[in-house]
């Protein structure tokens, strides 16, 4: 069973920023890609960012040039640095990791709230 625990968000005003961390229980070789996905109140849950295991990356629009998605290798963490944060940021932010494209793993969620 693979395990993907978040961590790193909190409260913070806009304008301010948050590094979330996502600790993954097996070896990042082991999926295709890794991303971070978000959910805010009363909306679906949308892409944040993804890396694929080439290293390419993807970013949804509203946060190019302001979020950025790493990995390491040798800890088995996927990391979403994000700067610059709005409110509309807000969200609960999911930590994923994908197997063959065809299987989804998924964090339990940390909580991100910006505030004006």
């Known amino acids: 069973q693979v395990q993907l625990v978040e961590s790193g968000g909190g409260l913070v005003q806009a304008g301010g920023s948050l590094r979330l961390s996502c600790a993954i229980s097996r070896t990042l070789f082991s999926f295709t890609a890794m991303g971070w996905y978000r959910q805010a109140p009363g909306k679906q849950r949308e892409l944040v960012a993804t890396?694929?295991?080439?290293?390419?990356?993807n970013y949804a629009d509203s946060v190019k040039g302001r979020f950025t998605i790493s990995r390491n290798y040798l800890r088995n963490t996927v990391i979403l640095q994000m700067s610059s944060l709005k409110t509309e940021d807000t969200g609960v932010y999911y930590c994923n990791a994908k197997e063959r494209d065809l299987i989804d793993y998924w964090g339990q969620g940390t909580q991100v709230t910006v505030s004006s």
């Open positions: 890396v694929a295991n080439g290293g390419s990356t």
